[in-house]
């Protein structure tokens, strides 16, 4: 498989400007210095829009494109001595005004020339659309499980969207539509407002039986965010083993007020288990330094998952301690993993779906970003790779991985479980033939969540005193 591996080349990347006759200009920079074609964008009557990152993703250059000449011209240089971001929506033009997203020492600001217009502490997400007068984009503020729609209109930002939720939206020709997510409803609710319209889009989809009830919580000295979900048919008193259920890694966060991302969680824990999902440090949404902090050890992301345990555990007294599980996908497998690997003492069984066992065998872009160049920082890449401790191994542990995956190969697994052999350490390996990252068949999906949950019991060794319990609540609750 063609896979550019960190530390590897890249492949060349060029962007040609083809007119209606035909005609192509190739588009020229410092390709040797910005290797990576980071953003394209071309608005009606504004000179098309790029940026472009080097290597080490110190530095990215927005440029303007001349063209009849296919020349660019530099118009914003952002640098960082960690990483520069980079952002959906962004560079584009609002009138002549060039509008970017940027990291300052205050948090995550709308720019415009410049100029940062969003309030210090705001998390800008991505902007969601522009034109000649506004911006309209996604921002938190103080509370990072929320997300709101804002429009800057040229003096001030206002909120489109106000109740707590989580919001997106999509707006042209001075049209915006909202698609909100809550705790208090299922699905999404749309809006369609402006240009003298204001009026609600009802939806036709079905709603799912099943209500998940979650429990969002603010704890230890990190302050993570954590969501807690027990069975629905739980009875105070009676002890709960724990399912751990993070992803826990860069880009992405679980824990929000929307009831549809608690639907899964909300089965497993029905299941018999109290489920607990961390966002710690590294994931998005709470501010540019919190995102930071995993440079170099993309481990550390352990300790809040440790953290958070003991922290919730101390609030919600029927999570059982000694019967502690945790699952996880891609980043979430390669933490699940590092969990039974290096903290036995916390964790008891673990499923490692499509982990990063080597980062080493991971992509430039991302992997470079967190961990430096392997030929330069392969003491980092040693700390953060999980094949040196195959040989702790001492809990049960599953691991699943996709053949035809082209994200994480399947080498991370199929080497994590070499390594595992030559120690003599006994686990069980479910290769998938024709599934890639995201096992995208339904089947395939649905049973492996069944497939992980008769694991994660035989694991535990749940009673069969605990299992008709459990298996009572599920058939009243389904009723």
Known sequence: MRYPAAGTPNADVTLHHVAIDGTTRAVEWDA????????????????????????DQRSVLTLGLD????????????TDPVWVELFDGVPAWCGDRLVRIADDATGRRLVVDDEPVTADGAYVRAVVSVDDDS??????????TQVHVVRWDGGRCEPLTTAVGVHSAVAAHGLVVTSSSSLDFAGQRHRLTGAGVDR?????????????????LTVGERRLRVGVVLPREHVEGRRLPVLMDPYGGPHV????????????????????????????????GRDPRWEREVRRDLALTLEDQVDALYAVAADVPDLDLSRVAIRGWSFGGYLAALALLRRPDVFHAAVAGAPVTDWALYDTHYTERYLGDPAVDADVYARNSLLADAERLSRPLLVIHGLADDNVVSAHSLLLSQRLTEHGRSHTFLPLTGVTHMTPQEEVAENLLLLQVEFLRGALK???????????QRAGADA
């Open 200 to 216: 609600s889009i009802a939806s036709v989809a079905e709603e799912p039986a099943l209500e998940p009830s979650v429990r969002l």
């Open 32 to 55: 040797d210095a910005y290797p990576y074609l980071a953003r394209v964008g071309w608005q009606p009557g504004r000179p098309p829009l790029l940026q472009v990152q080097s290597r």
């Open 253 to 284: 966060q679980r824990v929000l007020s929307a009831r549809r991302l608690w639907l899964e969680p909300q089965w497993l824990a029905d299941q018999g288990f109290a489920v607990v999902v961390c966002d710690g440090r590294g994931t998005s």
């Open 135 to 144: 911006v309209v984009f996604t921002a938190s503020y103080d509370d990072p």
């Open 67 to 78: 063209v009849g000449s296919g020349r660019t011209e530099v118009l914003a240089r952002d």
């Open 462 to 472: 749940l009673s069969p005193e605990t299992s008709a319990a459990e298996a009572a």
